[in-house]
Nanobody, 125 residues
């Protein structure tokens, strides 16, 4: 069992930056793939980024490629999402996800095993 707690959300102006963190419990964190998803009001949860257990492989949605960076620190059981050049359309609740597949990168949210409760990111224009 893995428990995930996100933090770092908030209100930022367009063009600004935020760094989200996701702290995971459990000794097996380092063997799990980790991902970030987001859900805007009235929309389906969508894939943002994923990172393999080692950090060697990263995957991004086209909409965030070049602006967002996913990383992880296995010693701290934490995964990060650095978000630069934020746009109003990035406004959403951001969720951290974990999967027992060490190189999971599925875009479909329902394929992932564990979820946090989310953190709200609001980008004002």
């Amino acid at each position: 069992q893995v428990q995930l707690v996100e933090s770092g959300g908030g209100l930022v102006q367009a063009g600004g930056s935020l760094r989200l963190s996701c702290a995971a419990s459990g000794r097996t964190f380092s063997s799990y793939a980790m991902g970030w998803f987001r859900q805007a009001p009235g929309k389906e949860r969508e894939f943002v980024a994923a990172i393999s257990w080692s950090g060697d492989n990263t995957y991004y949605a086209d909409s965030v490629k070049g602006r967002f960076t996913i990383s992880r620190d296995n010693a701290k059981n934490t995964v990060y999402l650095r978000m630069n050049s934020l746009k109003p359309e990035d406004t959403a609740v951001y969720y951290c996800a974990a999967d027992q597949d060490p190189d999971m990168y599925a875009r479909s949210w329902y394929l992932w095993d564990y979820w946090g409760k989310g953190t709200l990111v609001t980008v004002s224009s």
